[in-house]
C-alpha cells in the first residue's frame, strides 16, 4: 500500500481482515494515499460502505465493535470520539502512535472498486468527485492540493460531471463560490511542495474564471 505509514497499513489490513467489514472500502485521503495518487502525510484512515437504495440504510456499528475489540486485544487503547448509526470515528493510541479511524455509510460508488494490495479502496473519479462535494462544505488545504492532483489527471470537466452524478443538486456556482476560499489559506495549509503552492492557486482561480462566476458573489 503506497504511501501510508506503518502503523496505517498495520490497522487498515486488520480492518479489511474482518467479516464484517465486508462491504466496506478504504476512501478519503487515505485511499488516495493507499493508490499512490497523492504523497502527503494523513493521520486518519477512512472506511466507506454504500447505502443501497430501497433498504436499511446500513450500520457502522458492527464493524466498529469488531475493530474495537481486536485492536485492544492487541495493545490498543481505543476511544469512540463520535458513535452513530451511519458514522463511527474511533481514536487508538498505541506506544506513543495514533490513528483516528472512521467508519461512514455513505452514497454508492459510481465507479468499480481498486485495491492497494488486498485493501479495497474507492476509484480514484469517485474520489474527485466526493472530494469536491467536501469543499462545498470546509474547503480546507489539502482538499484544495488533492483536487488540483485529480483534476490535472482527469480533467476538470469530468470531475464536476462526477460529483453531480452523486449530488444532482451541485451547481457550478457553487464550486466556484467554495474555490474562493482558497485566498484565505496561508501557504503552509497547503500539503504540497513548497514549489508548487504558487501553481495550486493559479490553478483555481483560473478554474474559478471558467466557471464564470465573480469571486465577489
Known amino acids: 500500500m503506497n504511501g501510508l505509514t506503518g502503523i496505517q497499513r498495520e490497522v487498515a489490513l486488520l480492518l479489511f481482515s474482518l467479516p464484517e467489514s465486508q462491504d466496506f472500502a478504504l476512501a478519503g485521503g487515505s485511499a488516495l494515499v493507499a ?55 474511533l481514536i487508538g493510541q498505541k506506544d506513543r ?61 469530468d470531475v464536476i460531471s462526477w460529483a453531480r452524478q452523486l449530488d444532482t443538486g451541485v451547481d457550478e456556482e457553487q464550486i466556484a463560490r467554495a474555490f474562493v476560499r482558497l485566498e484565505r489559506l496561508h501557504d503552509d495549509e497547503l500539503p504540497c511542495d513548497e514549489a508548487d503552492r504558487l501553481s495550486v492557486r493559479q490553478w483555481f482561480q483560473r478554474w474559478r474564471s471558467e466557471l464564470d462566476v465573480s469571486p465577489t458573489h
Open 97 to 157: 502512535e495514533s490513528i483516528e479511524i472512521d467508519l461512514a455509510i455513505d452514497s454508492p460508488p459510481a465507479f468499480p472498486l481498486e485495491r492497494a494490495g488486498t485493501i479495497p479502496c474507492l476509484a480514484p473519479q469517485d474520489l474527485a468527485a466526493r472530494k469536491v462535494l467536501a469543499m462545498l462544505d470546509r474547503s480546507e488545504g489539502r482538499d484544495f492540493t488533492d483536487l488540483w492532483t485529480l483534476s490535472r489527471q482527469h480533467g476538470k470537466a
Open 35 to 89: 493508490l499512490g495518487v497523492i504523497d502527503r502525510p494523513t493521520r486518519d484512515l477512512d472506511a466507506f460502505a454504500a447505502a443501497q437504495a430501497g433498504e436499511h440504510v446500513g450500520d457502522v456499528g458492527p464493524l466498529a465493535a469488531a475493530l474495537r475489540a481486536e485492536m485492544e486485544r492487541i495493545g490498543w487503547n481505543i476511544e469512540a470520539a463520535r458513535q452513530h448509526q451511519t458514522f463511527t470515528r
